[in-house]
């Protein structure tokens, strides 16, 4: 009950303290979305320092593995301990692992310490999105999508710039030193400012839960990492994986079942429109994802693009979802309603992932970028919508494993699908390579099927036009299967069942109604 009447208090006795809590969680998730961003603009620089190219993935995947393992975790914390404290305590590892990583002196200390910042990582975003849930009402919700979504474009079109030009001016180490006084910000204004109910529950952490979970979700990463890479996803190492991981999973439900205070609450899980948005959200990863990854390639092997501003070439898509987002925040803080988004956005994914999918060399870059456009429009309707719509299926109490389990299906989705639209993406371009390019062509792709400007630049006149028809279809490959897994995004929105958003309606009769229909949602 305390936290009901947080909810519903907070924001009318304090509106000012309540902006500036907002500042300081957008801050906080600017940090944990922008430092790979830097980091990946950072990392020949990093290795021409430190050595260690053979390691050079792992100081992604680490941060990565650490990030996702933790995530739920993290989520469960908050709700039993109270989230202030919690969310606190992921900001200072975050920027321990930050200054450790700074002070790397070879590559292996860097892999480690970068495990430690993505254990703080993980407790960043779901710290933001389990606040906001406490702090705001969902009807009120909306109004602050285009803030999370303004913050998530900021990062991606910016993020390579800002590494690049502390990489140039300032050095690598500063690419990670930066997170310490924006952290510091953070962590003071929500020290200050913040007010929510302490909690200090008598359950036990449940350890075994949370140890299978973790050995599950690597394994999961480590396959999406390494398969079609490392190792070849029919390898004996990568069939070891997918069955500890299975394996993993299998026991940890089976384990919830039976815990007394369950990592991830299978209940939650009962509420239908959660179970739906989990899954909108985990096709919403995948695609997003792979996007960011193949649409800079695309316009930079076959458009001529430059590589040095690389974030802004996503700026037709980044900006659709900026303003899509914000529509939608208004519409639904407005009106209550929200199914509309979740089927249009799914709709849109579909049909601008096909769009893209058509690309060829003869494509402009207007209308690659309109393509981009209509997959940003998806994007937009989805990406705060899930999150709303999952917080809403819950009781207050779930509130963090809600907000943590929905943010961990994103994650766990975009890994998948950079990992698949990858593979598909590297096995179309060496097929085409080796018809078009003959054995240079092959020779030239062997090693990996994405060429960087000053590799393309070596390249004689006919074997670069082989390999820009490659990447056409490759990326053909990888768009078109993204938009067959759209298409569950798609379906799963049509099953959504509109249930009122908690908080003030515009008439008391529409208020009891929206505060008694989420309980009854979740039961």
């Known amino acids: 009950m305390a936290d009901t009447k947080t909810v519903e208090t907070e924001p009318d006795e304090q509106p000012r303290s309540v902006r500036v809590v907002l500042l300081a969680l957008m801050i906080a998730m600017m940090l944990a979305m922008l430092d790979n961003m830097i980091i990946g603009t950072a990392m020949p620089t990093i290795v021409g320092d430190l050595g260690g190219l053979e390691h050079l993935a792992w100081v992604v995947t680490a941060y990565t593995l650490a990030t996702a393992?933790?995530?739920?975790?993290?989520?469960?914390?908050?709700?039993?301990?109270?989230?202030?404290?919690?969310?606190?305590?992921?900001?200072?590892?975050?920027?321990?692992?930050?200054?450790?990583?700074?002070?790397?002196?070879?590559?292996?200390?860097?892999?480690?310490?970068?495990?430690?910042?993505?254990?703080?990582?993980?407790?960043?975003?779901?710290?933001?999105?389990?606040?906001?849930?406490?702090?705001?009402?969902?009807?009120?919700?909306?109004?602050y999508q285009g803030m999370m979504a303004a913050v998530m474009a900021l990062a991606m079109i910016g993020g390579p710039l800002v590494g690049g030009t502390i990489t140039d001016n300032w050095g690598w180490r500063w690419s990670f030193y930066i997170n310490l006084p924006l952290g510091a910000v953070a962590l003071a204004l929500v020290g200050a400012v913040l007010h929510l109910p302490k909690k200090r529950s008598q359950a036990r952490i449940d350890y075994l839960g949370a140890a299978l979970l973790t050995v599950g979700i690597t394994s999961i990463v480590l396959v999406t990492t390494w398969g079609g890479t490392e190792y070849a996803w029919t390898s004996t190492r990568i069939m070891e994986l997918i069955a500890l991981g299975v394996a993993s999973l299998v026991g940890f439900v089976f384990w919830q079942t039976k815990a007394v205070e369950p990592i991830v609450p299978l209940h939650i899980f009962r509420s239908r429109n959660f179970t739906l948005m989990s899954l909108i959200g985990f096709v919403t990863g995948f695609v997003m994802f792979g996007a960011t990854l193949f649409l800079p390639l695309y316009q930079q092997s076959v458009q001529g693009a430059s590589a040095t501003n690389s974030g802004l070439l996503l700026l037709p898509m980044l900006g659709a979802m900026l303003v899509t987002s914000m529509v939608a925040g208004r519409v639904t803080t407005n009106t209550g309603r929200y199914y509309v988004f979740p089927v249009a956005g799914g709709a849109l994914m579909v049909v601008g992932l096909y769009l893209l999918s058509t690309m060829d060399t003869g494509t402009s870059r207007v209308t690659s970028g309109l393509f981009m456009a209509v997959v940003g429009l998806g994007m937009g309707c989805l990406m705060q919508i899930t999150m709303l719509v999952a917080q809403n299926s819950v009781e207050m109490k779930d509130m963090g494993v809600a907000s943590s389990s929905t943010t961990l299906f994103r994650t766990l989705g975009s890994s998948f699908g950079v990992a698949i639209m990858g593979a598909l993406f590297n096995n179309r371009v060496q097929d085409v390579m080796a018809e078009r390019g003959g054995a240079l062509g092959s020779k030239v792709t062997e090693q990996s099927a994405q060429l960087d400007a000053k590799g393309l630049e070596k390249l004689p006149e006919a074997v670069r036009e082989a390999y820009q028809h490659a990447v056409s279809a490759g990326t053909h490959s990888a768009f078109l299967l993204g938009a067959v897994v759209a298409v569950a995004a798609l379906v799963a929105a049509v099953f959504v069942k509109e249930v009122p958003l908690k908080g003030a309606g515009p008439t008391a009769s529409e208020e009891n109604a929206d505060a008694k229909a989420p309980v009854a949602e979740a039961v």
């Open 69 to 143: 393992a933790s995530t739920p975790i993290w989520g469960k914390l908050g709700d039993m301990y109270g989230r202030k404290n919690v969310f606190m305590t992921s900001i200072v590892l975050f920027l321990i692992g930050s200054a450790l990583s700074g002070m790397a002196q070879n590559m292996g200390e860097l892999i480690g310490f970068r495990a430690v910042q993505g254990l703080g990582a993980g407790g960043l975003m779901v710290g933001v999105m389990a606040i906001i849930g406490d702090l705001i009402p969902p009807r009120e919700r909306g109004k």
